[in-house]
């Protein structure tokens, strides 16, 4: 069993930067695409960005691209991202996915949610104006 736990949330500006982290534990050898999802009050669950399990691919949601980057460290456990120019429309509870694959296929089903395997408890991002 995957257990995910994101941290570096928080309060800041309209304008700042902001990074991510989460940490992958248990039975990570299975873990192929991380990714990262937002949740705003009322709204669904929307893909923010995800990367490969070698870190060579990366996709980006449409209301995040050039303002973000996933990146993942070299154990492949750990997944971050950096988040720039933030702006109160980014508020949200940000959630880590993990899918569970010896495949590393990466694709347009990253993007949604059915096809990850794992999900954390999530770390609320607040942007003030």
């Known amino acids: 069993q995957v257990h995910l736990v994101e941290s570096g949330g928080g309060l800041v500006q309209a304008g700042d930067s902001l990074s991510l982290s989460c940490a992958a534990s248990g039975g990570t050898f299975s873990i192929s695409t991380m990714g990262w999802f937002r949740q705003a009050p009322g709204n669904e669950r929307e893909f923010v960005a995800a990367?490969?399990?070698?870190?060579?691919?990366?996709a980006y949601g449409d209301s995040v691209k050039g303002r973000v980057t996933i990146s993942r460290d070299s154990t492949k456990t750990t997944v971050y991202l950096q988040m720039n120019s933030l702006n109160p429309e980014d508020t949200a509870v940000y959630y880590c996915a993990a899918k569970s694959s010896m495949l590393d296929a990466f694709g347009p089903q990253t993007a949604r949610r059915s096809n990850y395997d794992y999900w954390g408890q999530g770390t609320q991002v607040t942007v003030s104006s």
């Open positions: 990367i490969s399990r070698s870190g060579g691919s990366t």
